[in-house]
């Protein structure tokens, strides 16, 4: 299961990034073409962030859809697998979206002194 090396990366960086912090919500931002599984990722989060700035922060996953545009006539393409055929027949594709793994938001708790 490569999505546990991946969340734990996805810790490693919020962690950096909240400098101690107390961590909300993290939200990200996983491409269907991806190969990566949301509920994979969201059950190694539930793990990975035990003892962490980020044990019981929310974790919102957006699924981005799969599109492409056609080399041939200039059509965008929805795609829920990697290749696909375009309406004028065409098979050169070339990919706008869908294989993203962003992390989109941070929200960490903000101490009033």
Known sequence: MHELGITQNIVAIV????????????VLEIGLLSAILPDAIQFCFDICTQGTVLAGAIL???EIP?????RQCGAKVTLDKPFGICNCGSWQLDLITGEELKIKEIEIEELCV
């Open 66 to 70: 799969g599109l492409a545009q056609c």
């Open 15 to 26: 962690s950096e990034h909240a400098q101690g912090s107390k961590v909300r919500r993290v």
């Open 60 to 62: 919102e996953i957006k």
